[in-house]
């Protein structure tokens, strides 16, 4: 005699023959698995997440209710259309096609978790040294990188392409593509090396090999932009800048920077007088920094002049153009007011021997 719990089996068979019953069931369990997941789960989550100090968790379970959503639809789209599907290679290629979209998906959530790990990580620099600010970008290309190299070859494994052929073309590719993008990839290494060891930030001045002098307002893999004093945008390669001298003028414990004029006085000119001169000429002068006094140093004995030199620090190193300005101005104002003399070149030209009157001089 049959059983009750065989007479159920034999009843479920019975149903689950008809695919119209079998969809139904389908979406009904992936409609169940997300109400669970949406009222149950991800409230939990979300509860553990708030009692954290940090809000980066509350961040990370905001993509994620998404992205689970998304790969219980996709799972029950799948299951539905090869339950349809009654031939083995369609089947096959339906796995495939849902296995792409899955993995797609799953990098999507990954690369915005990661975007707001990196954020956060440095953010807090002070705890975790190894990322900061100017080598956040250099943290997220990499990431990416690995990212893409990985979702790639789980693609072409889905779809059973054979990866060793694929291997050895991208490494002959690669030799190609490295020799005509040398410079390129010179750029780009150097650029890894910039962010990492950190010459220099945004908003700073720098000073490439005593040509190129601004503020720096983007730090790129290939190249780094400066902004002159002329309004002009610069944009020069990592690979020049890795291989020049490179002066950081505010990269010092504050944002001032020492501006130095040479000063010639005549021979003969009281030498503290004009030290005073110099001194007096830079009161209450502006752009400069009030606690710091201008130093006046009797440097040399030219040729043709005793040689001061005037210094003084200027409170940003934007203003060092309009502090030479004042500095001159002053100071050759200064001069001309106390009576002492600006020399210039002068030459004693001797003639040995002077034709007489009337007397074309020797022909040579």
């Given at each position: 005699m049959e059983s009750v719990f065989d007479q159920v089996l034999g009843s479920l068979d019975r149903i689950f023959v008809d695919p119209w019953w079998r969809a139904g069931v389908i979406i009904s369990g992936a409609f169940v698995i997300g109400v669970f997941l949406r009222l149950v789960v991800l409230p939990i989550l979300n509860k553990v997440a708030s009692r954290s100090k940090t809000k980066i968790d509350d961040k990370i379970f905001s993509r994620l209710n998404l992205t689970l959503i998304r790969v219980v639809?996709?799972?029950?789209?799948?299951?539905?259309?090869?339950?349809?599907?009654?031939?083995?290679?369609?089947?096959?290629?339906?796995?495939?096609?849902?296995?792409?979209?899955?993995?797609?998906?799953?990098?999507?959530?990954?690369?915005?978790?990661?975007?707001?790990?990196?954020?956060?990580?440095?953010?807090?620099?002070?705890?975790?040294?190894?990322?900061?600010?100017?080598?956040?970008?250099?943290?997220?290309?990499?990431?990416?990188?690995?990212?893409?190299?990985?979702?790639?070859?789980?693609?072409?494994?889905?779809?059973?392409?054979?990866?060793?052929?694929?291997?050895?073309?991208?490494?002959?590719?690669?030799?190609?593509?490295?020799?005509?993008?040398?410079?390129?990839?010179?750029?780009?290494?150097?650029g890894i090396f910039i962010l990492v060891d950190a010459p220099y930030k945004v908003g700073q001045y720098i000073y490439i090999d005593g040509q190129t002098r601004g503020v720096v307002t983007d730090i790129g893999m290939r190249s780094t932009r400066l902004l002159t004093n002329d309004n002009v945008e610069v944009t020069v390669p990592n690979g020049v800048i890795g291989n020049s001298m490179v002066i950081n003028e505010t990269s010092g414990p504050s944002s001032r920077m020492r501006v130095r004029v040479n000063v010639g006085v005549a021979y003969g000119s009281d030498v503290e007088q004009v030290r005073q001169t110099l001194v007096d000429a830079l009161v209450e002068m502006p752009y400069l920094e009030k606690d710091q006094q201008a130093t006046v140093r009797f440097v040399a004995m030219g040729e043709s002049s005793l040689d001061f030199q005037v210094m003084v620090w200027a409170r940003h190193p934007a203003f060092r153009g309009k502090v030479i300005d004042g500095l001159n101005t002053r100071i050759y104002n200064a001069l001309g007011e106390a009576g002492i003399e600006i020399p210039f070149p002068q030459r004693d030209i001797n003639i040995r021997n002077w034709p007489a009157q009337g007397e074309l001089p020797p022909k040579e």
């Open positions: 639809v996709l799972e029950a789209a799948h299951l539905l259309i090869r339950d349809w599907v009654g031939d083995a290679h369609v089947e096959g290629l339906i796995d495939s096609l849902f296995l792409t979209l899955l993995v797609l998906f799953v990098g999507k959530a990954l690369l915005d978790i990661s975007s707001i790990t990196f954020e956060y990580l440095s953010e807090v620099a002070d705890k975790y040294t190894w990322i900061q600010n100017s080598t956040l970008p250099l943290f997220k290309f990499i990431f990416k990188v690995v990212l893409f190299a990985v979702q790639t070859y789980m693609i072409m494994s889905a779809w059973e392409i054979n990866l060793t052929s694929w291997l050895a073309s991208a490494g002959v590719m690669g030799i190609a593509v490295g020799f005509a993008a040398k410079d390129t990839l010179a750029n780009f290494i150097s």
